[in-house]
């Protein structure tokens, strides 16, 4: 592979159709689904009571096309009924380290040197699939992951979104050349895989995440080994069915779900890894970064970690900002997902001058969210599991015991059903250096904290160790160029709230503790999963 800067555009070409299938020769994004449309409703129940009908079913680890299992097994469960098994897996232990590893360098050995057509074919029938699937695969993740229909729609389509951007981004790579000719020479640049790569996703985008990683990495021409969450291995495994259906050769990617403290930590400090994605939390993330620099007994090469972590993520609101505008982006990126995305807003930071009258208006919309069941698509639904409930519900405490003042919710919503549910929570007049406002809480509790002014609220909103998404509101110019300049995140949105970024528009990822900024659905991110060849050849006279 080869690179440039430049985005995937008109005239990328390669056979017309996949399995009768258009390839697209421009990147648009998936729409979403309208499920106001009734026929869209009645696919979306149809899919969900379908899925219901398959809960409960085992799954096997695939490792070099071989699909195995355990003594040890795991469950899955469903986050808004506990009682209700999704999926059981095998557990990847210490012993299948070595065997999935000795695949997928078997695998890379004939991968590498397969065509850019063939890598990129392969992502466009993936493409096609999960079209074909897209309702039944939302299902899967309304059960497992407590995902509302919209939230479920959005993975999805962001997951379509990658195979077919890093598809085109793969086909301009490969098209890159030397940016000088020397007289006498032909020269070079070309972009190789890397080798075996983990990639460890997070439970939170179990479709968007999971893939994208293991997409960009295979059709860069490296081979992976897959160590999905304990939370979401079911989703995952959905996924790599419909790999192996379009055509996935034997060891390109290995389905290892397991544990992190054998299987995980094992596989990231093995000689032979090339490089970890990984997204997740911050701990995770440094313990892996730490393991993954000390060189091992055999290993020839600096490994390579892409890291995407975690956030607190500020909308700053400014005196003269529409606050009716302000008060649906702050609820919106706070409680979409029951504030479960690294770019969720945990905190809403106002100036004193409508600090009050944003509070009282605020507080209404907040009201309005519904909690429940979220095959019942509910605005809200539960949380991932037991130990994030009682983690979210010790952050709330903590707020108020530092002086916070409770504004709306503050406990477990019972209301909903015996799943692991909470209400919307906001707590005001916090402190900006108190522990909810410095600490990700990854559940819905908003922090608000009164600003002197625009620029003071740019202070508060850099005072943390993250760098991931942030947001502003205000109708200045001035300030709206303040910010750009000032407010120091890898996503800044002006005038709309900070989560749903779009692949291509959004390029994601961010500063400081949040990660290495790589920047997943932009057109440097296959460059992480690369290395650059320069090839100079003397011309015989």
């Known amino acids: 592979m080869a690179t440039t800067t430049t985005p995937a555009r008109e005239g990328t070409r390669i056979s017309a159709t996949v399995n009768n299938a258009q390839i697209p020769t421009t990147f648009k994004n998936e729409p979403s689904v309208d499920f106001s449309n009734p026929e869209n409703a009645r696919r979306m129940r149809a899919a969900i009571e379908k899925v219901r009908n398959e809960l409960g079913r085992e799954y096997d680890l695939v490792i070099g096309g071989h699909h195995l299992k355990t003594a040890e097994k795991t469950q899955s469960i469903n986050p808004a009924k506990p009682s209700e098994i999704v999926g059981i897996h095998q557990a990847a232990g210490a012993s299948e380290v070595e065997p999935a590893m000795q695949a997928a360098l078997k695998a890379f050995e004939t991968w590498k040197f397969s065509s850019i057509e063939e890598r990129t074919n392969l992502l466009f ?19 497992e992951v407590g995902k509302n229909w919209a939230e479920a729609d959005g993975d999805i389509a962001e997951l379509i979104d990658f195979c077919d951007f890093y598809a085109l981004e793969a086909l301009r790579l490969s098209k890159a050349e030397a940016p000088v000719q020397l007289p006498g020479e032909r020269d070079y640049l070309r972009y190789i895989p890397l080798g075996v790569g983990v990639v460890i996703p997070p439970w939170n985008f179990p479709g968007a995440i999971m893939g994208g990683m293991t997409l960009a990495s295979i059709v860069s021409g490296n081979t992976v080994i897959l160590k999905p969450s304990s939370d979401s291995p079911t989703i995952a495994a959905k996924v790599f069915e419909i790999l192996e259906e379009a055509g996935l050769p ?61 956030g607190k993520d500020s909308i700053v609101v400014d005196t003269d900002a529409d606050l009716d505008a302000a008060v649906e982006g702050v609820a919106s990126s706070a ?19 409508v600090y009050d009258k944003f509070l009282q208006r605020l507080k209404e919309r907040v009201e309005k969210i519904t909690v429940g069941d979220p095959t019942q698509n509910p605005a ?105 300049e000032q407010f120091h995140v890898g996503n800044l949105y002006i005038n709309r709230k900070c989560t749903g970024a779009m692949v291509g528009a959004h390029p994601f990822g961010g500063f400081n503790m949040s990660g290495t900024d790589s920047k997943a659905g932009g057109p440097d991110y296959l460059l992480l999963f690369t290395q650059a060849k320069s090839i100079g050849e003397k011309i015989a006279r």
């Open 250 to 310: 034997d060891g390109v990617v290995n389905f290892c779900p397991g544990h992190g403290s054998s299987f995980g930590n094992t596989i990231v400090e093995h000689p032979k890894t090339r490089y970890i994605a990984f997204t997740g939390s911050k701990e995770v993330g440094l313990h892996i970064n730490q393991r993954a620099a000390m060189q091992q007994p055999g290993q020839i090469w600096i490994k390579r970690t892409i890291l995407e972590m975690g």
């Open 335 to 353: 409680f979409g997902f029951s504030g479960q995305k690294c770019s969720a807003c945990s905190r809403a930071i106002v100036d004193e001058r």
């Open 380 to 484: 809200m639904g539960p949380v991932v599991n037991e130990k994030s409930m009682q983690s979210i519900l010790g952050y709330i405490e903590k707020g108020i015991a530092e002086g916070g003042r409770l504004i709306s919710g503050g406990a477990r919503a019972t209301e909903a059903g015996d799943g692991y549910f909470i209400q919307p929570t906001v707590i005001a007049d916090v402190d900006p250096m108190a522990t909810i406002s410095q600490q990700e809480i990854f559940g819905p509790v908003l922090a608000v904290i009164k600003s002197r002014g625009f620029e003071h609220g740019l202070e508060i909103a850099n005072n943390t160790e993250f760098g991931l998404t942030g947001a502003v509101y205000t109708t200045s110019e001035d300030k709206i160029e303040a910010a750009k």
């Open 125 to 143: 029938r993936v493409s096609a699939l999960l079209r074909e699937r897209k309702f039944e695969l939302m299902a899967w993740m309304i059960f």
